[in-house]
């Protein structure tokens, strides 16, 4: 991400991580749910994390991002881990890399199983974006935080 950016350090978001970076698991299932309509699996969220890896379902959908106003599903690809942008990477990256409003819709025939890996700064850092992120045409969106 740091090399797309074209940063000086090529490991500037792992060393924003600190000395006590937080990792969390999160493990969700969602039972089959017969009026899907009218239940939503996780509401929408972004997440406020650096970067969560997310382990989906090899054979049911549900997740979904928004784009435009329009819910838009992830397709499924077995056997593959799903990266998600967070908030404190929005921040750090002064927009340049977006942290998705995502949601879960429930399934009216199938159940399903995530587990999620949700990895954040130091709780005791304060995180701002890049100085070198930062210029006229693009001014600081976010603040020191």
Avoid at 51 to 75: C, E, F
Wanted: aromatic share 8%.
């Amino acid at each position: 991400m740091a090399k797309l950016l074209d940063l000086d350090n090529d490991e500037y978001f792992v060393d924003q991580l600190g000395e006590k970076a937080e990792t969390n698991v999160r493990c969700s299932y969602y039972p089959q749910c017969p009026r899907p309509e009218l239940v939503c699996g996780l509401k929408p969220h972004c997440d406020g994390t650096v970067l969560t890896i997310l382990m989906v379902d090899d054979s049911v959908g549900g997740l979904q991002v928004l784009r435009d106003g329009v819910w838009w599903d992830v397709p499924i690809v077995p056997r593959t881990l799903l990266v998600i942008i967070g908030d404190q990477t929005e921040i750090m990256s002064n927009g340049f890399f977006k942290s998705p409003m995502h949601r879960v819709v429930t399934n009216a025939k199938k159940e399903k199983l995530s587990v999620a890996l949700d990895y954040s700064v130091d709780y005791e850092r304060e995180i701002e974006p890049l100085p070198q992120l930062i210029n006229e045409k693009r001014p600081a969106l976010y603040m020191k935080s």
